[in-house]
């Protein structure tokens, strides 16, 4: 079946999806690493994967923005499962969750 076979053979099973209103329950499994779209969040998860033991104030100097939206991105990298703190929030660090125990929900 060639690509072009395919792609009209998916899309018709999705307009029949569409009809029988359930194209919605099908989505795509992704890489929430991959689908992170903002620069800062981007630019602050690599900071963390450098160096995890920085405060707000350090993260938001080294990426030039406030500390309000580290604490907003922190947040956000968090909920998707990507970063978790261990340790108390004076001396602990930031964990990056590899992607093999997000599938496991180990996290």
């Known amino acids: ?3 072009n076979n395919k792609t009209e053979t998916l899309l018709s099973l999705l307009d029949e ?3 029988l209103g359930i194209a919605d329950l099908i989505k795509p499994i992704s890489d929430p690493i ?4 903002d620069p800062v969040t981007e630019r ?3 900071a963390i994967l450098k160096n995890n033991k920085l405060n707000y104030a350090e993260y938001g100097e080294l990426l030039g923005v406030s500390e309000a939206t580290i604490k907003r991105r922190l947040g ?3 909920k998707a499962g990507m ?3 261990v340790g108390s929030n004076k001396s602990g660090y ?3 969750i590899s992607l093999e125990d997000r599938k496991e929900g180990k996290v």
């Open 17 to 19: 999806y569409k009809a």
């Open 83 to 85: 970063i978790v703190r």
């Open 94 to 96: 930031w964990e990056v």
């Open 1 to 3: 079946m060639s690509m």
């Open 34 to 37: 991959n689908d992170i779209s």
């Open 76 to 78: 956000e990298l968090r």
């Open 44 to 46: 602050l998860y690599q």
